[in-house]
């Protein structure tokens, strides 16, 4: 089976890989406006990767997520003390204690590398990961971040099968700078997210994806409303 990649809304995707394990990227749920599913339906997953401290990211379901579960979480050591306050268990925690950019952690077959983002956070520093399913495909998120020269490397390291770029603006890349970003990753695949959300925002996804035809015509840009799956 492939890997399924939903979108959540924002920055969230569910990932159900191609060994059925269920990944959640910034899983916030509750309070996001385009996330059409409910915490109950997400619950128990194998894994939670977390980006950086903003409440759009990490927002408050995590606890309930992972309650009596063995789930990992995997995100950076500053984080920990805040979420362990909220009520997650240090057990899950990823090897109890976090991990931080340029490492690469294996969970159930799964590998996640994070790497860097350039923006800001409560605690920690903001951060992307690289997702190595079992089945060899790698998926990107790139957090919340500007763009940054060294995204061409992160490709070359690490031949991507999709990417998951912001191109809202404001906060994140703006569709000019997410289409050269799209240039230097050069993914098979690239989902646009973290636009539309908030009045502020780039409210669709049309400038990114014609400029990403333009710098890069051989990415299949795919364009997903809140809900929508694909394969990868
Ligand atoms: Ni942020
Ligand atoms: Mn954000």
């Known amino acids: 089976m492939a890997n399924k990649v939903r979108f959540l809304g924002h920055a969230a995707f569910e990932i159900t890989t191609s060994g059925e394990k269920k990944i959640l990227i910034d899983p916030w749920i509750t309070g996001n406006p385009l996330c059409p599913l409910k915490k109950e339906e997400l619950k128990d997953p194998d894994l939670i990767l977390i980006t950086h401290d903003h409440a759009d990211h990490i927002g408050e379901d995590v606890p309930f997520l992972v309650d009596g579960s063995d789930a990992v979480v995997v995100t950076q050591p500053e984080l920990l003390g805040k979420l362990q306050e909220a009520g997650v268990a240090e057990k899950n925690f990823i090897f109890g204690t976090g991990m931080n950019i340029g490492g690469t952690v294996e969970v159930a077959g799964i590998k996640v590398t994070m790497v860097q983002a350039f923006h800001s956070a409560g605690v920690g520093s903001p951060c992307g990961f690289i997702i190595t399913t079992e089945d060899g495909k790698r998926i990107y ?85 809140p809900g929508q799956s694909i394969e990868c």
Do not use: N
């Open 141 to 225: 998120h790139a957090g919340d971040t500007g763009v940054f020269a060294d995204m061409k490397l992160l490709g070359q390291i690490y031949p991507l099968d999709l990417a998951l770029i912001p191109i809202g603006s404001v906060f994140v890349m703006d569709p000019l700078q997410a289409a050269w970003a799209v240039e230097m990753l050069k993914p098979k695949k690239v989902v646009p997210m973290h636009y539309r959300t908030f009045p502020v925002l780039v409210q669709d996804a049309s400038e990114f994806a014609a400029l990403a035809k333009e710098k890069a015509p051989e990415v299949e840009v795919l364009v997903l409303e």
